[in-house]
Every structure is written in structure tokens, then in C-alpha cells.
């Protein structure tokens, strides 16, 4: 079994930041890509950011510039630091760990921006 635990969601202003946080535990192995995907109310869900094993990194073009990925290899952490936060940012987001054969997702957190 595969647990994703995240956390770091929450309410924030417009021009905010915050950081998501994501934990993989349990039948881990050969992990190649980690990343944040979001799903507003009514819409698709969507990439947001993702980093492969060798560091490699893809945003949307949405939140490039205000958003960094990064990852810990070594704990199976990936975390979403999320700057000049925006209304239209406001989503559930899904933390997701893959390999070839395999793709976990986590529970999902909440993320509103408003004033």
C-alpha cells in the first residue's frame, strides 16, 4: 500500500503565499515523477507543477513564476511553494507520485484565495 499525506492548505489573501507539503510511505519504489495537480469547482483537473527524478520541472503556464516545486529524493517529499496567490488559484489540490507501472494520488487540499 501507498499513503500520500499532505498538508499546508488553507485560506490566504490575494498575494499570499503558502506551502504544500506532500509525504509518500509505504510500497514506494522507483519513483520517477512527483507533482501538484488542482481541480476548481466545475473544471478539469489540471497540472500545476511536476519534477521528474533528475529534477527536471514543468509548470503550468498559469503559475510560472509565482510557484516552486521541489522534492526530496531521499524522504519521498514533495513540496509546492505558492507565492502572489491569485483568486483564480483556489482549487482542491492533488499531490501525485508515479513510476512506470504505478500512480498514487493523495486526498486532496483545500486551497482558497479571497479577501
Known amino acids: 500500500q501507498v499513503q500520500l499525506v499532505e498538508s499546508g492548505g488553507g485560506l490566504v489573501q490575494p498575494g499570499g503565499s503558502l506551502r504544500l507539503s506532500c509525504a509518500a510511505s509505504?510500497?514506494?519504489?522507483?519513483?520517477?515523477?512527483m507533482g501538484w495537480y488542482r481541480q476548481a469547482p466545475g473544471k478539469q483537473r489540471e497540472l500545476v507543477a511536476a519534477?521528474?527524478?533528475?529534477?527536471?520541472?514543468n509548470y503550468a503556464d498559469s503559475v510560472k513564476g509565482r510557484f516552486t516545486i521541489s522534492r526530496d529524493n531521499a524522504k519521498n517529499t514533495v513540496n509546492l511553494q505558492m507565492n502572489s496567490l491569485k483568486p483564480e488559484d483556489t482549487a482542491v489540490y492533488y499531490c501525485?507520485?508515479?513510476?512506470?507501472?504505478?500512480?498514487?494520488w493523495g486526498q486532496g487540499t483545500q486551497v482558497t484565495v479571497s479577501s
Open positions: 519534477i521528474r527524478s533528475g529534477g527536471t520541472t
Open positions: 509505504g510500497s514506494i519504489f522507483n519513483i520517477i515523477g
Open positions: 501525485n507520485v508515479n513510476a512506470r507501472t504505478w500512480s498514487h
